[in-house]
């Protein structure tokens, strides 16, 4: 029978992507959300139909204590964290805060309410860093690269260690880039896809990019959420590798997006601005989930030149939208 979910982080790609998966498999689910008057929730509300909002803040124990209390969750899903790696540097102990230490503040309410709700932690690919081996699977050693990578290996060891020491059931997957229409415009793929859409309407004429080699290994996150919902059905909680297997350049994710719309990438990306390199950069990333594939009989459905396209056609949209709307007002 499908129980309560607790999502935090729900105002975010992942939080809506999973919420909807829940709803749609008869879950009752509450979404974490922090702040006064959120300017998400409308449209998290809309996109969602059926979620209850709940106050509460990583920051704040007591009101995950009190949320735990009021919403009785059989399972707590924990995405919640400054999620830009860029920021993290910015503001690195706010990020040691929210998305490290807001971990053991999830772990620790849960054990004070009812220690038999199960966690699923969000750890990251941003772990591995410079990495130690390719492909990166669930044994690989970790080496972030980043206060957000940092804060993210202590949330994985500290999700790991309260399920030894005290039998919880807290499981972490480890998600390579996932990405999906939904995308803040922060990260490099939906920034690429919305500069693409707007340059093509003659809306823009440049893109600003920082380092062009750098490779990921990017999915669906419609797909990913699945992994995660997959992850709770077992029988005992563990650690998962979610990925796709293939790597691809920044450059190669800008090429399919403006040829999909007819454009040279090369007449508008001006890369290497200083402003969005890294003080340590990430390399490459390329995740081995043949664990998840066994285990859970998890794989991605959308190839990566699918999802560029995807994430091209519904910035065009989008903004095509936007331009109706103008003219008619
Ligand atoms: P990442 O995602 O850091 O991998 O973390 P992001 O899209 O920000 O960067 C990917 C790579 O692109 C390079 N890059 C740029 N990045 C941004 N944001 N803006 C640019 O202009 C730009 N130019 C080049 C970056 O240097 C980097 O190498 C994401 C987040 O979702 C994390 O929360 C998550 O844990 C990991 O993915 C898995």
């Given amino acids: 029978m499908p129980g309560t979910a607790l999502i935090t982080g729900v105002t975010g790609q992942d939080g809506t992507y999973l919420a909807q998966l829940l709803l749609s498999k008869g879950y009752h689910v509450y979404g974490l959300v922090r702040g006064q008057n959120n300017p998400r929730l409308e449209a998290v509300g809309r996109l969602c139909p059926g979620i209850e909002f709940m106050e509460g803040d990583l920051l704040d124990h007591s009101s995950l204590v009190a949320a735990l ?6 399972e707590v899903y924990n995405l919640g964290a400054i999620s830009f790696v860029g920021l993290s540097f910015k503001q690195a102990l706010l990020t040691g805060e929210v998305t490290g230490l807001g971990v053991v503040r999830v772990l620790e309410a849960i054990r004070s309410v009812n220690p038999a709700i199960r966690l699923y932690q969000a750890s990251s690919s941003e772990m591995f860093g410079k990495v130690r081996e390719t492909p990166q699977t669930e044994l690989t050693a970790f080496h972030p690269r980043s206060p957000y990578g940092v804060a993210k290996v202590y949330g994985h060891h500290i999700t790991v260690n309260y399920r030894e ?3 919880m059931f807290a499981c972490s997957g480890i998600l390579f880039n996932h990405e999906s229409p939904r995308r803040g415009l922060e990260f490099v793929t939906r920034k690429i896809t919305n500069a693409a ?14 380092n062009l080699d750098s490779q990921r290994d990017w999915g669906f996150a419609g797909d990913y959420v699945e992994a995660m919902h997959l992850m709770m059905l077992q029988p005992e909680p563990d650690d998962f ?3 796709t297997g293939a790597t691809h350049s920044v450059r ?8 999909h719309l007819g454009l040279n990438y090369r007449d508008h990306v001006v890369s290497d601005d200083a402003r969005f390199l890294r003080p340590a950069e ?8 043949s664990k998840a594939k066994r285990v859970l009989g998890w794989q991605p459905r959308v190839p990566f030149g699918e999802l560029v396209t995807m994430m091209v056609d519904a910035d065009l949209a989008a903004q095509q939208k936007i331009m109706r709307i103008e003219a008619a007002g």
């Fill in 197 to 210: 859409a707007k340059i093509k309407l003659g809306l823009q004429k440049e893109l600003h990019l920082g």
């Fill in 252 to 259: 190669e994710f800008c090429e399919i997006a403006f040829s």
């Fill in 241 to 243: 590798v979610i990925a």
């Fill in 282 to 289: 990430v390399d490459l990333l390329i995740g081995d989930a």
């Fill in 69 to 74: 209390e009021a919403a009785q969750p059989t």
């Fill in 165 to 167: 020491s005290y039998g």
